[in-house]
């Protein structure tokens, strides 16, 4: 049971970053955040924890940021496919994706999005 319960939490902060909300104001959209990004891994002994756990389920997350300020989130769990496009930019070291901003880090083909918290790590497909 609470194997579940992370599974979901981990999947609901994933999901706060398309949620809806106002526009926020325009910054760059960042040349370098360009591409589809697959989840691989968390920073801290939790984070790590909970996305082995997703990932050994068959779990798959993936973003892709387009070079127009429009990108798209898809999660694959159980055989369900869930999409959703969304408008972003970059402010202030956030990426800002209908409003609600989330603190990031880009090292070369890794990228790192600070999720309430839970730092998660998405690779470069």
Known sequence: MKK????????????????????????????????????TGGEGEEAEQQVKMMLAMGMTMTFTFNADGTGSMKMVFGGEDQSQDFEYTLE??????????????????????????????????
Do not use: H
């Not at 956030?94 to 918290?117: A, F, H, K, R, S």
């Open 92 to 125: 202030n070291g956030e990426i800002v994706i209908q409003g609600e901003g989330e603190p990031y880090t880009l090292d070369g083909d890794t990228l790192t999005i600070d999720m309430e918290g839970t730092k998660m790590v998405f690779t470069r497909k």
């Open 4 to 39: 579940w319960i992370a599974i979901l939490l981990a999947a609901l902060m994933a999901l706060t970053l398309v949620a809806c909300g106002s526009k926020g104001s325009k910054g760059s959209k960042g040349e370098g955040i360009v591409g589809t990004w697959e989840l």
